[in-house]
């Protein structure tokens, strides 16, 4: 049974260079202990340099098997950190994160695919990063090549494929195997009208077997279409929680837009 479950999350991103920068410079007017959205976003050492910025503060709560969530939020608000928890790349500053089940994260264009390699060594080594024998990969490998659309470049190197391209190998290749969790950011906006259609058949048919979808977008349409429960973040919280029309409607009420379209 896949499941996730998140308590009293807080992650900050460390500013490594101690000396005065243009972040200080523009923000030395703010009181160290001034905060943005209720949480103090500047974290500042004792001599008040910038040190930090906090990106996730006392985020709570569970996803169980078959949920599709779906983040809503400001630029900046948190969803693409958030998924980057969710996926094991940052871990957390504080509170717990406990994952139940194979996840599969489709959050950076180039997160595990090896640009010299070709498209068909990637299908190799991503299945064989996510635990499939070679057997279980080759009985896929023409699918997976066939529903990316990538014709005779499935032989060519990754780097010389347009982001687009890339986008859709890392889709087919992700959700061919069936990971019980998996995780997108505006990943649907991958090509054409036809393949979007396609991926959006292929993700319904993924999380109808049991797993587990969570998908950051600016997309109306799309969080619609395939998420039921929203999580709306605001400067680091979690702002509301509920069916994701609920979520959307509150959202742009709010005064925050959505794309109408499947971006």
Not at 130 to 152: H, K, N, P, V, Y
Request: contains cysteine; aromatic residues 6%.
């Amino acid at each position: 049974m896949s499941r996730i479950l998140v308590q009293q999350l807080a992650v900050t991103y460390p500013i490594f260079n101690r000396a005065r920068s243009s972040l200080d410079t523009q923000t030395a007017a703010l009181d160290p202990g001034e905060d943005f959205g209720g949480i103090q976003r500047l974290v500042r050492d004792k001599h008040g340099y910038i040190k930090g910025v906090r990106a996730l503060e006392d985020v709570s709560f569970e996803v169980n098997e078959g949920e599709r969530i779906g983040l809503v939020g400001a630029n900046g608000s948190g969803k693409t950190t958030l998924l980057q928890v969710l996926a094991g790349i940052y871990p957390p500053d504080n509170g717990c994160v406990l994952v139940d089940g194979r996840t599969t994260s489709l959050v950076n264009i180039n997160l595990g695919m090896r640009s010299e390699a070709t498209g068909n060594q990637n299908i190799t080594l991503r299945g064989l990063a996510s635990g499939r024998t070679r057997a279980e990969i080759e009985e896929r490998r023409s699918e997976i090549a066939a529903f990316a659309g990538l014709g005779e470049f499935i032989d060519l190197p990754v780097e010389t494929y347009s982001a687009g391209m890339r986008m859709r190998l890392n889709f087919a290749i992700a959700t061919a195997f069936e990971p019980d969790i998996l995780i997108l950011d505006e990943w649907l906006s991958a090509g054409d009208a036809k393949f979007r259609k396609l991926a959006s058949e292929r993700m319904a048919t993924f999380v109808g077997q049991a797993g587990i979808l969570v998908l950051a977008s600016h997309s109306q349409s799309l969080l619609l279409s395939n998420c039921t429960r929203g999580l709306w973040l605001h400067d680091g919280r979690i702002r509301m929680d509920a069916p994701m029309n609920e979520v959307l409607s509150a959202y742009e009420e709010s005064g925050h837009k959505l794309s109408l379209t499947r971006q």
